[in-house]
């Protein structure tokens, strides 16, 4: 499974490089920090079922981490 993850994060980092045809990236390591807690959260919480105890456990963060990114993110009130 963790293989499967890579590939696709792989696939999707050579396709933003040939995307760029050449133009140099800049903050990489951020802007894919952005696009990726968004859609992880979403889905972890949705499988945990909204028990952030428990998506907390599965993402091996604190539940207060998990808080303040669900908050950031507007994932939460």
Known sequence: MKKHVEE???DSLEAYFRDLRG???SAMYEMIQRVVDRPLLEVV???AEGN???AAEWL???RNT???KL????LMK
């Open 45 to 47: 919480m949705k499988h």
């Open 71 to 74: 908050l950031e993110h507007k």
């Open 52 to 54: 952030q105890s428990r």
């Open 66 to 68: 998990l808080r303040r």
């Open 60 to 62: 091996g963060i604190n």
């Open 23 to 25: 133009t140099e990236p």
């Open 8 to 10: 696709c994060i792989r």
